[in-house]
């Protein structure tokens, strides 16, 4: 993990191996952004002018390079578009700061230490360029570089690793709101970076019990409670999603449960992740093309992990529970057929008609085991439909709710930390397409409108009287296109952020 550091070193005497400005589009032309004054002197004040004769647009995460001149100690200056100017009074959107952040960092790959020289006028500034510069610093790389390993390949062969070291310049060290904002970013960049690797991790290596293994020995470090249901005490227990759906494959299913508790504490939230290790559709089998990318489909169940850990290190006073349903959903002689009935946890019986709808299911037993224990509200984070995914696109979460002040708070807090979300519907008109002749319902509906149907779903196994939200992330979770900002190929870490907001407005008792 990249280290940060805050720096009140002059932009002309930190050695490092870049060093980052911002460059915006002014009224009249380019312009280096605040925080630059030092390294635009190193060029005899003509850096806006240079980067102009380079092509520079200052278009929003444009990369420009060019070689430092002999007043400053760093080989490469590095210049990141950050769009509009903004008025004389007003600061840039942190949003804007942490993409170019991210991509500068991304530039910077297999370079070691990287200084920022971005415009930080407050503690929000701070956090958004540290954050954004973490993000863009991932890579995943643990299964690559083999041939190096084998001694066959040449010297320079196995991937690009991440910067080691991000110093921020012109963030105070000894100011206790920026030095706060800095180690809240840290850790939530982790977190989110954490969220990445599980997601990224094959299906083959990061198994049902082997995610329960990680989550377990994560979260005690952390000082984090944890119980894991294994196969026979989820038969025991009576867990016939969750059983109906990890019964198909060698891999057998857990229940993981994470309890971090503050002695302060006046509020409890319950954090619900889909962890489909793999979705191969079960007997309802995927056809090729729609399953090369469904070891993502844990992408809920890392995010609620992630989170709770987060929380656990941000030492923040709220109580958190953390659920990961983990199944890996495979089609063999023992599967769950479309046809078969399943009782729940709940006690409500389910006929599975497309065995392919799993992830309902296995979330259906977790938010009524969650529901148990009372909380003050239940968030559901779930690679739940392709439908979600037709409607929003693949950059944004929708979130549904049996609440609608809640589904509101959950879309400001999202926006508030650069997460795109948008409200949706449960209506209720849909839910009795969901009937069924055979038992108390089916886990399937109309295809219209799939994503509000399978909320409609979860919202039968929500304890009664108990706020819930649920965010179908099946678009932003896994991002298939070109990196940009700091979001890279493969697992983004998606609703980390978002759910440790909400739990930090929790704790401060600032919902909204
Ligand atoms: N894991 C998928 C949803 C998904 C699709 C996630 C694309 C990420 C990207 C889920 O289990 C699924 O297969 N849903 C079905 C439900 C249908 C059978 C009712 C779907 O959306 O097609
Ligand atoms: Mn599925
Ligand atoms: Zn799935």
Known sequence: MTALTLSTAGAATLRADALVVGVAKGPKGLVVAQGAEAVDKAYDGKLAAVLDALGASGAEGEITKLAAPAGLKVPVVLAVGLGSAPEDDESFDEEVLRRAAGAAARALHGRKKAAFALPLDD?????????????????????????KKSGNGDKNAGPKQPLAEVALLGAKPRDKEHKAAAERASVVATEVNVARDLVNTPPNDLTPEAFAAVASATAKEN????QILDEKALVKGGYGGIMGVGKGSENPPRLVKLSYTHPKAEKTLAFVGKGITYDSGGISLKPAGHNETMKCDMAGAAAVFASVVAVA???????????????ENMPSGSATRPGDVLRMYSGKTVEVLNTDAEGRLVLGDALTKASEDNPDAIVDVATLTGAM?????????????????FRT???EIAEEVGEASWPMPLPEELRKTMDS?????????VRMGGGLVAGLFLREFVGEGIT???????????HEGAPYGY????GTGSAVRTLVRLAERTATGDLG
């Open 123 to 147: 503690a929000s500034a701070v956090t958004a360029v540290a954050e954004g510069a973490l993000l863009g610093a991932y890579a995943f790389t643990a299964y690559q570089g083999g041939e």
């Open 487 to 490: 979001t890279p190929k493969g």
């Open 389 to 405: 995914v037709l409607a929003l696109g693949d950059r944004t979460f929708g979130v549904m709710a049996n609440d609608d002040a």
């Open 468 to 478: 819930w939200a649920h965010l179908d992330i099946a678009g932003p979770a896994f």
């Open 437 to 445: 002749p055979t038992a108390d319902m089916a886990n399937m509906g």
């Open 223 to 226: 000082g984090v409670k944890v």
């Open 313 to 327: 290190k941000l030492g923040l006073r709220v109580n958190v529970t953390g659920w990961l349903a983990l199944a």
């Open 409 to 411: 708070s959950l879309h």
